[in-house]
Nanobody, 118 residues
Framework: VQLVESGGGLVQPGGSLRLSCTAS????????VTWYRQAPGKEREMVAH????????TYAASVKGRFTISRNNAKNAMYLQMNSLKSEDTADYFC????????????WGQGTQVTVSA
C-alpha cells in the first residue's frame, strides 16, 4: 500500500489550496479515509474524514465550512480542498486510510507541507 500526497505549498491568508492523495495497493472507495495535520510542536489532529459505507463526512470544528474532503474512485485518489486559509492552518498534512484485515490497519502518506503566510 502506498499513499502519495501532493499540492502543498505557500499561500497567502485567504487563499486556497487543493491537496491530493493518490493510492496504490488499496481501493480508497472501500475504506474510510481521513486527512490529518500536524503543526510544529503540536499533536497530529484529524481535519476531515469520509466514511466508506455512505461517504458521510466529518470535519474538525476549526475547518468546517472552509475545507472539503472528496474522493475520486476512478482515480483512486482523495482530495482536500482548502479555502479561506488562515495562518493557523499551517502544518504538515497527511492522508490516511484504514483497512480492515484481521484488525484495522492504518496507512499513511508521507505528508505535504502547507504554509499560510503573507
Amino acid at each position: 500500500v502506498q499513499l502519495v500526497e501532493s499540492g502543498g505549498g505557500l499561500v497567502q491568508p485567504g487563499g486556497s489550496l487543493r491537496l491530493s492523495c493518490t493510492a496504490s495497493g488499496v481501493p480508497l472507495s472501500r475504506w474510510p479515509v481521513t486527512w490529518y495535520r500536524q503543526a510544529p510542536g503540536k499533536e497530529r489532529e484529524m481535519v476531515a474524514h469520509m466514511g466508506y459505507t455512505d461517504d458521510a463526512t466529518t470535519y474538525a470544528a476549526s475547518v468546517k465550512g472552509r475545507f472539503t474532503i472528496s474522493r475520486n474512485n476512478a482515480k483512486n485518489a482523495m482530495y482536500l480542498q482548502m479555502n479561506s486559509l488562515k495562518s493557523e492552518d499551517t502544518a504538515d498534512y497527511f492522508c490516511n486510510v484504514k483497512v480492515l484485515a484481521t484488525d484495522w490497519e492504518d496507512y499513511w502518506g508521507q505528508g505535504t507541507q502547507v504554509t499560510v503566510s503573507a
